[in-house]
């Protein structure tokens, strides 16, 4: 996957390199130099076992671009203002709906002219999504996790004085669903900052007539099981750099370590319970599987690996540790 995730990185990388505002094209040629590993990630589930044509991989690599390009503008950025967090993001829901009107997204933003290079983004996400044959049977469960993560990245990177209170509100907004009791407000925030969701409710619309009841069931295992473990595991990660940049990290709000690591588990055991139910559970489960070998095979936790993180890892059996030492195996080259 990553010679294909590669090439169609390379048309962007020459887009990125003309984009006319200095800072706006460091910002974007950051982003795909350092988070590249998004879209080897996502790209299992485009895999030319479950998408022979190719669909998915040609909306995951703009559409995950433009997410990576998105929080690299936010992160320390000029402007913490929620009015231009949301005008900016706009661009994520209008890239998931084909037929809607695109905006003008910079226009509260201090830096303006990124010729085109979002707008682009948007566009080669469309026209993808447009290929998918059921694709109008998904387009709701997928819009809404848009808009999830869309209202996480406006509070997560607001006013830093107010983003605990305006993430712990809106975790709150949402008890009708019930999630609430089972969720604390960072493990509600952590499953909204996933994209994974997406990718896998876009291999159901591969066949013209997805089934509801599966489309139902996969958006309730993404969101928020599989959606809380891939991004609790990226901030368990994170925590001593995070710390040092003063960033938030979700992972930190857990009393301890100890309950963090059991927290994370709890999750994982219940997606392996949710998974069990749909048809290719095997491959949910493996997602689950391979998230933990991944992350926990980073160079920041690998080194020195705690006690905790060989729990963590041991939790997904053979498959976790074998993903584990590939991955130890392709980050070294």
Request: aromatic share 12%.
């Amino acid at each position: 996957m990553r010679p294909a995730v590669i090439g169609g990185l390379e048309p962007l990388y020459n887009r990125a390199n003309v984009i006319p505002n200095p800072r706006l094209r460091e910002q974007a040629l950051s982003s795909l130099q350092t988070k590249q590993f998004h879209c080897e990630g996502g790209g299992v589930f485009g895999g030319p076992s479950r998408d022979q044509r190719g669909l998915l991989f040609s909306f995951l690599v703009p559409y995950q671009t433009l997410c990576d390009y998105l929080d690299t503008v936010t992160d320390r950025g000029p402007s913490q203002d929620p009015v231009n967090l949301r005008a900016l993001h706009q661009s994520l829901l209008d890239a998931v709906n084909p037929n809607a009107p695109t905006h003008a997204y910079y226009r509260y933003h201090p830096d303006q002219d990124d010729g085109e290079y979002a707008q682009s983004l948007v566009q080669d996400a469309r026209a993808a999504l447009l290929r998918f044959p059921g694709y109008s049977a998904v387009q709701e469960s997928l819009t809404t996790l848009v808009k999830l993560y869309v209202d996480l990245q406006v509070f997560k990177h607001g006013p830093t004085d107010q983003r605990i209170r305006r993430l712990t509100e809106w975790f709150n907004g949402h008890s009708a669903t019930g999630l609430t009791s089972e969720l604390s407000w960072w493990e509600f925030s952590a499953a909204a900052g996933s994209t994974l969701g997406l990718f896998a409710l876009l291999n159901l619309a591969l066949d013209p007539n997805p089934d509801p009841a599966i489309v139902d069931q996969v958006m309730s295992l993404y969101f928020p099981w599989l959606g809380a473990l891939h991004i609790l595991l990226d901030y368990y990660v994170d925590q001593e750099e995070d710390r040092l940049g003063g960033d938030l990290n979700f992972v930190t709000y857990y009393a301890s370590k100890r309950q963090a690591v059991d927290s994370i588990r709890r999750i994982y055991r219940r997606i392996l319970r949710e998974a069990q139910h749909l048809p290719d559970a095997a491959f949910h489960r493996y997602v689950a599987k391979g998230l933990l070998g991944f992350y926990l095979s980073d160079h920041k936790v690998r080194w020195r690996p705690s006690p905790f993180t060989c729990q963590l890892l041991a939790s997904g059996g053979t498959i976790s540790v074998g993903i584990y030492f590939a991955a130890l195996v392709g980050r070294s080259r």
